[in-house]
């Protein structure tokens, strides 16, 4: 596999619930992003992670927990989400320190809070 | 002084047709300004970049105008067709710093 890669594509979930989202970037990236994308809402960043660190965390609730293993690895956990949490979530890995060359994102997890 | 504004919030253009996409920033430590192209149901993907050493950057039928002095810089899509329909973001970063984007223009292209 290549790329940043989310899964699953697709979570429907009560507000109860816990779910977590899930990404792999196989491009040897030390940085890896949380976004939120909403209809007609510009691109929010939500949590950035810099050699496994967490170096940003944008007034995000408490309900979306941030997780990052590795440098390859990075989880979003959800418990308690309200219908406004309903969003695309994007997953994006760049490489640190050196000449910027973007961000590669994910798919997205199409994310609907019921 | 970290906002990146972009214009128009939405295009039509016909086939064939240039589509112009612009932004704006104020940030002078700014040397690094990507855009992103996103179809429904996918993440952005990076589409081209510059930097401000240079004034334009062509890659096929995309183009990257900069206008230093102005601190502005636009995206020309030539001959475009419906297969360009998707959303563009621009942004910009500093160096080691994260990109700041813009909040994106849906481009349609009418046949």
């Known amino acids: 596999e290549t790329g940043v890669t989310q899964t699953p594509r697709h979570l429907v979930m009560g507000m109860t619930n816990k779910k977590s989202l899930k990404c792999e970037q196989h491009?040897?990236?030390?940085?890896m992003y949380w976004y939120k994308q909403s209809a007609k809402k510009p691109l929010e960043l939500m949590f950035v992670?810099?050699?496994?660190?967490?170096?940003e965390n944008n007034s995000v609730p408490s309900r979306f927990s941030p997780e990052c293993p590795n440098s390859s690895h990075l989880f979003l956990h959800l418990h308690t989400l309200q219908p406004e949490d309903s969003a695309l979530y994007l997953c994006?890995?760049?490489?640190?320190?050196?000449?910027?060359?973007?961000?590669?994102f994910g798919s997205g997890t199409r994310l609907t809070v019921v | 002084q970290q906002q990146v504004k972009q214009s128009p919030q939405s295009l039509i253009v016909q086939k064939g047709g240039i589509s112009i996409i612009n932004c704006a920033y104020e940030n002078t430590a700014f040397d690094y300004f990507p855009w992103y192209q996103q179809f429904p149901g996918k993440g952005p993907a990076l589409l081209i970049a510059?930097?401000?050493?240079?004034s334009e950057k062509k890659e096929g039928r995309f183009t990257i105008s900069f206008n230093k002095s102005a601190k502005q810089f636009s995206l020309h899509i030539m001959d475009s067709q419906p297969g360009d329909s998707a959303t563009y973001f621009c942004a910009a970063s500093m160096p080691r710093e994260k990109l700041t984007f813009g909040t994106g223009t849906r481009l349609t292209i009418i046949p």
């Open positions: 992670y810099s050699l496994e660190e967490r170096v």
């Open positions: 994006a890995s760049s490489q640190e320190g050196g000449i910027n060359y973007g961000y590669t």
């Open positions: 491009l040897g990236h030390n940085a």
């Open positions: 510059i930097r401000p050493d240079v």
